[in-house]
């Protein structure tokens, strides 16, 4: 979850351990690979003034168009792209970076947009598209899978422990008529899942998650691009990596290890995590892991 509130007030997560991990200073060339709408972006600026220039990534028009609104006072140090971090190497041209900042997940604009299709809580289509001139939705997943396939699909990115009992109800209730709406799917989740052991967790919150990483392939060869993202710093550069669920801190818990095997040292022994005063105002912000990686000084 990239940040929370209104349009006016999005408030990123871990911003001071973040620009921290960094090492932000005046100058430089820094990297968000995933900007959404611009909450560290605009701390990366900030603290980077007067002369430290930033490129923005993000495969989403929408929440990028509101990034580049946000950013507008910082222009002439600011480059915003729509695409993928995973082409952070092929954006920057060659040129390498001072940091790289890439915050894993779904913002809350996206979460809090019906008609994008991500959130269980407000009716809206069933689609949870990052970048919606892809083809494939959520509710293709859920009408056409075989009940096995979806079953596993909601155990291994939902790590969902009712996942078989789960995909069995949605095979019934499509058969009767095509799933289409996010409250219908999250009706039929509920009534056929236990209830969480997890105080406030809805029945539907780990179906809807692994189907929204799905539809974006979001753990797609993870590892290895935060490998390459990694590639793109300077001696000296870092990376720093905000994931919210385990399945995304997995992965880059194993792109550090590969990375320190090879001219990088790890910053963070274990991953940050929000303090309770910052979850205490963002309850969005509890999953929260930062890692972060360094690439070495060259020898004089």
Not at 18 to 29: D, F, I
């Amino acid at each position: 979850m990239r940040s929370t509130g209104s349009d006016a007030s999005h408030v990123p997560v871990l911003v001071r351990e973040t620009l921290e991990l960094l090492a932000v200073r005046q100058g430089g060339l820094w990297v968000d690979g995933t900007v959404g709408t611009g909450g560290h972006a605009e701390e990366l600026l900030r603290a980077s003034a007067p002369d430290g220039r930033l490129l923005g990534l993000d495969k989403d028009r929408e929440t990028l168009e509101r990034a580049r609104e946000r950013l507008a006072p910082f222009s002439g140090r600011v480059r915003l792209e729509q695409s993928d971090f995973r082409e952070i190497e092929e954006r920057l041209g060659g040129e390498p970076a001072d940091g790289i900042l890439l915050d894993l997940g779904i913002s809350s604009v996206q979460l809090d947009s019906p008609e994008r299709g991500f959130s269980f809580q407000v009716e809206g289509p069933l689609d949870m598209r990052m970048d919606r001139s892809g083809r494939e939705t959520a509710a293709d997943l859920v009408n056409r899978m075989r009940e096995r396939d979806l079953a596993d699909l909601i155990h291994e990115y939902g790590e969902e422990p009712a996942s078989r009992r789960i995909a069995r109800a949605i095979v019934r209730a499509r058969d009767e008529e095509p799933i289409r709406t996010t409250t219908r799917l999250a009706e039929i989740v509920r009534r056929a899942a236990p209830r969480s052991r997890r105080p406030g967790l809805h029945p539907a919150t780990r179906t809807f998650q692994a189907l929204r990483i799905r539809v974006n392939r979001e753990l797609d060869a993870l590892a290895p691009a935060l490998e390459r993202a990694a590639s793109c710093l300077r001696p000296g550069g870092r990376l720093a990596v905000i994931a919210f669920h385990s399945l995304e801190d997995r992965a880059a818990k194993e792109a550090f290890r590969s990375l320190a095997a090879r001219g990088f040292r790890i910053l963070t022994r274990k991953p940050v995590r929000p303090g309770e005063n910052e979850v205490g105002q963002n309850p969005r912000a509890r999953s929260a892991r930062l890692r972060a990686v360094a690439r070495e000084e060259e020898a004089a």
